[in-house]
């Protein structure tokens, strides 16, 4: 259970961090690439970040298990805003100073978590420019 | 994959409880085999049950075998909505009749969905001919899954559910890994899904199936296997793989019954259209062409199948609407429902029952004893040990007192609501970025904080602990507490469980392409369901109790969080006056309470903030030293401590930073301390105090006011210790006791931050700080609570003044 709250927390430090004031992508499986990426790609990523996220190929693809409760701890704790009205990102609510303070407490250093953070973001924006292309979603009639 | 080769990698991977649900499931079945065996389930009939929701439903011969054994019959005396009944009276059905149901349910979804598949392959614009039919195989599989889909469900049911999770977490984490291997398309697998796992790969239900005596008219092979899998909606072990979520699923044969039997049940319509959302059920075909690059997984699958599509289940765009009002209302049952105040309480009474038991009897329950199959509220009486019989022994007075509260429903009511929204002080930050961070800042150690069991059970022992602090406060509250005893405290800080998961079910456009439907909700309304129920924790007590838990849980969350609650958390629970104005002003003369404590809780609004740089002044050659000092200061104070001041105490700390800022510079400049060999502590402190008081401070002696001997305090809030490092040429790393923290004052001081001035002889020439490093803002090590150090330092014996060269500007 704390780990979650772990995870909540790297995760939008980390975005704060890179992105600013850009929103979290939460649905249709864009953060579940962008984590798997960062998974497979970083390096220096601590063994309680890999060790806490499972990722399995869902009737809906790629899902990363654990993001849906990640996403919950981080709106229970006030991290992030209610997602917006199609899920489709939500709003970090902590400033890079309570973001600091998060990282410290996790024991990782801005510069490190900012690198991640970035990362998580290229991965995201490419699958959001490849949906631009062929959408994922469709709209109800 | 083969039954047996799961079910010895299951005894490897979480021994416990497989074991446990290898001797339940060996003790419920031994009288179905018995039956088998003396040939009694032969020529058996299809029976018909009346049913509130779906009218009849009809259980197939070999459904009944199951259904008329202990292994399911014990589900009848499990509520499924646990104590809510207290609440709800009509809300007091049991799992088995939910498990009926779901039985239905799923029949009407195959039902659909096989009508569906039959219109696909004939009509529309595209038809597809090699959509695979229902095999009466896959029907009864499923059918027999559903009906066995809640058999990992113990007493109360959800109310125990997380006491054995964290008790075995590794265990059921582990096995969640080993399910996905044996099962493709597998997501989360919860507790109860995990042991049901468990309880149809034992060996005794594999004796059941495999029984010759067993009617199941179809294939008897990997039975086990393909009932598990549709229990926790894998897509392998099917024919028809647009099966695969009919029992666990975004939309289910589950959610539908349950939800519709909830809210008939409570009495709380919900506008749930089961019929039109099983009709809008629809087989999705899915090609390497008609997916988009964000489901790449399908596409891959797709290609790899020999055919070149594969199928799932989805909802036709006119299904939608039904869709969301699904998901609407499965937010509604949460709210008024699931986490009504009251049926939150009786839960954890209920988790507490339990807890207490084990504390008196001296062992903890076993997964067994847990499962005893007893009925809810014989459960109740075994824990409170009313009852006893030989497999299970529960607790003596204190469990017996619990368990009656919870007969008689003596619920305990709510002494305080803590929430994000109920911090007290938010307003003071000065834009809406700042405050939601301040705000994040203080109540994620909350969420984190209670995250386990034992977490909330030291939390709860603090407040019994500061109970007996404070009931001095009034002579009745002194009486009182005499009688209160650690169980009449519970805290209740539940994890939201309405995810909608929206997002996880697949759809088609009339010319075959796949996507997920776009959802709309109202925003509005899915947040206030979220503010007023999901995020609010409660502390719990019986209703005498009320003024001096409430009193007690606000000093006890100001002394682990930091904060107050604003009186918006007393009207949302109707406590509004229970606790005394005055009670707290005494408690601040005695210092029982800090200063902090006393301003957030004393006053009606409250008002935090942060030191920014521009706040703190520091003489102007510092600056000119290092000009991005103050910014730095203030970035660290913001991260060591969350949540800001109270007006008060941040201007006394800012007027101390100037006052000691300008008493080193003086120092420094003036040579006083170069030529001494050494300085006693006493002459440091009474530097320190004359040159305070000449900047306007109001500064007292610690033994003053009945605590420590060396201490200064200025204007009775803030503390300003004085050490002598001696020789070091690293006076800010200088680490000491800090025992004013261990002092007790008989005033109301600050008791996060302090001051400390360290005179230091550096160990060489390169040993003496610039006087821009004079001054730094650190965490103080080995203290649990976010307690900030603001160290000044100042040398001596350096043998000449140092080198500013300019007049210090008055600051």
């Known amino acids: ?141 | 994959m083969r039954r047996e080769e799961l079910s010895k990698t299951t005894s490897d991977c979480c021994p416990t409880i497989k074991l446990a649900a290898e001797n339940l499931a060996k003790k419920w079945l031994s009288p179905v085999l018995q039956r088998l065996g003396a040939g009694d389930a032969r020529g058996g009939f299809p029976k018909v049950f009346n049913d509130p929701v779906w009218g009849s439903i009809e259980l197939l011969p070999w459904e009944v075998i199951l259904l008329d054994s202990p292994l399911v019959q014990r589900l009848r005396g499990v509520r499924q909505l646990g104590l809510a009944h207290l609440v709800y009276p009509g809300a007091g059905y049991d799992r088995l009749e939910h498990a009926r149901g779901v039985v239905e349910a799923a029949d009407r979804m195959l039902q659909g969905l096989a009508r569906n598949a039959k219109h696909r392959k004939s009509h529309g614009a595209r038809p597809d001919t090699a959509i695979p039919e229902v095999s009466d195989d896959d029907y009864y599989v499923v059918r027999l899954a559903a009906l066995l889909h809640d058999l990992g469900h113990g007493p109360f049911s959800h109310a125990i559910e997380p006491v054995i999770e964290q008790r075995f977490s590794k265990e059921f984490r582990d096995l969640g890994h080993l399910i996905r291997q044996f099962f493709h398309g597998v997501g989360a697998i919860s507790v109860s899904e995990a042991l049901v796992t468990l309880l149809v790969l034992s060996d005794s239900m594999d004796h059941v199936l495999n029984h010759p005596e067993y009617n199941f008219p179809k294939s008897k092979t990997d039975l086990a296997m393909r009932v598990i899998a549709r229990i926790v909606g894998a897509r392998s072990h099917l024919a028809a793989s647009y099966l695969s979520g009919i029992v666990s699923g975004p939309v289910d044969a589950d959610k539908l019954d349950y939800m519709a039997r909830d809210s008939h049940h409570a009495g709380l319509p919900v506008g749930l259209d089961t019929q039109r959302l099983i009709s809008k059920l629809e087989v999705i075909s899915i090609t390497p062409d008609n997916v988009p690059p964000r489901l790449a997984e399908l596409r891959a699958r797709a290609e790899a199948d020999p055919r070149h599509r594969i199928y799932d289940m989805g909802i036709s765009l006119t299904g939608i609407g039904a869709y969301e009002q699904m998901i609407v209302g499965r937010v509604v049952l949460y709210d008024r429902l699931y986490y009504h105040h009251k049926v939150r309480a009786a839960d954890a009474m209920a988790q507490r029952l339990v807890q207490i038991a084990e504390d008196e009897r001296g062992q903890r329950f076993t997964v067994e004893e847990l499962f005893f199959d007893a009925s809810d509220d014989t459960m109740v009486e075994l824990l409170g040990g009313r009852l006893s019989c030989p497999e299970i022994s529960g607790g003596k007075e204190r469990a017996r007192e619990l368990a009656s509260r919870i007969r008689e429903r003596r619920l305990y009511h709510r002494a305080l609501a803590f929430a994000a929204r109920f911090v007290a002080g938010m307003d003071g930050f000065q834009d809406e970025e700042t405050r939601d961070s301040e705000r994040a800042a203080l109540w994620r150690q909350v969420t984190k904080s209670l995250a386990t069991f034992e977490n909330i059970r030291e939390f709860e022992k603090d407040i019994f602990e500061i109970s007996r602090e404070v009931a001095g406060v009034d002579e009745q509250l002194n009486k009182l507490v005499e009688k209160l005893q650690p169980e009449h405290i519970i805290v209740d800080l539940p994890t939201n469980k309405t995810r909608p998961g929206g997002n996880l079910l697949l759809t088609r456009t009339e010319d075959d392409e796949v996507g997920l439907p776009n959802l709309y909700f109202d925003p509005e309304r899915w947040s206030n369901a979220y503010d007023q129920q999901k995020r609010c924790g409660y502390v719990f007590c019986p209703r005498e109790y009320i003024p001096l838990i409430s009193l007690a849980s606000r000093v006890a969350i100001f002394r682990r969080y930091r904060f107050g609650i604003t009186a918006s958390a007393d009207r949302f629970t109707k406590t509004v006056g229970k606790v005394e104005p005055a009670w707290l002003d005494w408690l601040a003369e005695r210092g029982i309470i800090d200063v902090e404590c006393h301003q957030q809780l004393r006053e009606e609004r409250v008002f935090l903030s942060r030191i920014l740089a521009d706040d703190i002044r520091l003489p102007t050659a510092w600056i000119a030293e290092k000009p991005e000092l103050r910014k730095n200061l203030a970035e660290e104070i913001i991260i060591s401590r969350p949540g800001g001041f109270v007006t008060p105490v941040k201007e006394e700390i800012l007027k101390t930073i100037a006052s000691f800022a300008n008493f080193v510079q003086m120092i420094n400049e003036g040579g006083e301390y170069a030529k001494l060999g050494g300085i006693p502590e006493a002459r440091l402190q009474a530097d320190a105090r004359r040159h305070l008081r000449t900047q306007g401070l109001q500064i007292s002696e610690g033994s003053e006011v009945g605590g420590g001997e060396t201490d200064l305090l200025v204007a009775n809030k803030i503390v300003i210790e004085n050490k002598i490092a001696g020789e070091t040429n690293d006076p800010m790393s200088e680490n000491r006791p800090y025992p004013f923290q261990a002092r007790r004052y008989s005033i109301a001081l600050c008791k996060t931050v302090f001051f400390t001035l360290v005179a230091y002889k550096p160990r060489s020439e390169t040993g003496l700080l610039p006087q821009s490093s004079s001054l730094a803002v650190r965490k103080v090590p080995d203290i649990p609570e976010d307690c900030l150090e603001i160290r000044f330092v100042v040398p001596y014996g350096t043998g000449r003044p140092s080198d500013v060269s300019k007049p210090v500007a008055s600051c």
């Open chain 1, 1 to 141: 259970m704390i780990e979650t709250y772990n995870l909540a927390e790297l995760i939008v430090a980390s975005w704060k961090l890179a992105n600013g004031n850009e929103r979290i992508p939460t649905s249709h499986g864009i953060l579940d690439r962008a984590l798997r990426d960062l998974i497979d790609q970083a390096p220096d990523i601590p063994s309680w970040v890999r060790e806490g996220l499972t990722f399995a190929d869902t009737r809906v693809g790629l899902r990363c298990l654990e993001l849906p409760e990640i996403l919950d701890r981080a709106q229970e704790s006030f991290l992030t805003s209610e997602p917006n009205p199609t899920y489709v990102s939500t709003a970090v609510k902590v400033d890079e100073l309570v973001s600091r303070r998060m990282l410290r407490d996790l024991g990782i250093g801005p510069e490190q978590a900012r690198t991640w953070g970035r990362r998580l973001k290229a991965v995201a924006d490419d699958v959001v420019k490849k949906d631009n292309e062929r959408p994922a979603t469709i709209e109800p009639t």
